[in-house]
Structure formats: structure tokens, C-alpha cells
Nanobody, 127 residues
Framework: QVHLVESGGGLVQARGSLRLSCAVG????????GGWFRQAPGKEREFVAYINSWSGGGTVYADSVKGRFTISRDNAKNTIYLQMNSLKPEDTAVYYC???????????????????WGQGTQVTVSS
């Protein structure tokens, strides 16, 4: 059974940084894409970032985080990362790691493209 475990969330001041990690088990990680979504209170879960299956693979970002967030992966450690810099109060949300058993996705911003999700980690940015 596929399982994803996020870590690294917390409370940070505006303009600060955090790095989220997501350990993936139960599938061939090097053949799977990875992604991050987030959900703020009262809002829909929204796409944040995506990475293809290979290390150094292609990435896609939401416009709201482009230039501030970086997604990466370490296939030797079965882990996906999200480096978040220049954080803003509007980045406050529960962040979810996700995965799908493909080398790439045609529509990486759609929730239905993924088949496994982590439990989420809270990120709170104070002004």
C-alpha cells in the first residue's frame, strides 16, 4: 500500500523560509511523479508544485509561488521536497504531498491526476 508522510511544517514569520519533506513508500519511487497541493481554511485544495519522476526532472509551479518555491526529489531517499522562501501570510495552509505511478503527467495541476496523498502538514506564516 502506498503511503506518504510529510514533515517540516510549522510557524514562520513573513519573508522567512521552510522546507517540507515527503517520504514515499509502497511504490517504485523513481517511476512516480510527485506534487504538492495546499488548502487554506474555507478554500478548495489548490495546486502548488509538480515534478517528473527523474531526479532533476521537469517541474511546474502555480503562478502564486513561482520564483519563491522550489520542488525537488531525491530518488535514492524516496523523498520529495518543497523549499519555500519569501513566505507570505497568504501561504498559510495545510500542505499535502501527492504521488502518481507515472513518469510524467499530462495535467499535473489537477487533483484527479494523483492517486495517493499524505496526511498534510500545517504551515503558518505570521505577518
Amino acid at each position: 500500500q502506498v503511503h506518504l508522510v510529510e514533515s517540516g511544517g510549522g510557524l514562520v514569520q513573513a519573508r522567512g523560509s521552510l522546507r517540507l519533506s515527503c517520504a514515499v513508500g509502497g511504490r517504485t519511487f523513481s517511476s512516480s511523479v510527485g506534487g504538492w497541493f495546499r488548502q487554506a481554511p474555507g478554500k478548495e485544495r489548490e495546486f502548488v508544485a509538480y515534478i517528473n519522476s527523474w531526479s532533476g526532472g521537469g517541474t511546474v509551479y502555480a503562478d502564486s509561488v513561482k520564483g519563491r518555491f522550489t520542488i525537488s526529489r531525491d530518488n535514492a531517499k524516496n523523498t520529495i521536497y518543497l523549499q519555500m522562501n519569501s513566505l507570505k501570510p497568504e501561504d498559510t495552509a495545510v500542505y499535502y504531498c501527492t504521488s502518481a505511478p507515472w513518469s510524467y503527467l499530462a495535467n499535473p495541476t489537477a487533483r484527479q491526476s494523483y492517486d495517493a496523498w499524505g496526511q498534510g502538514t500545517q504551515v503558518t506564516v505570521s505577518s
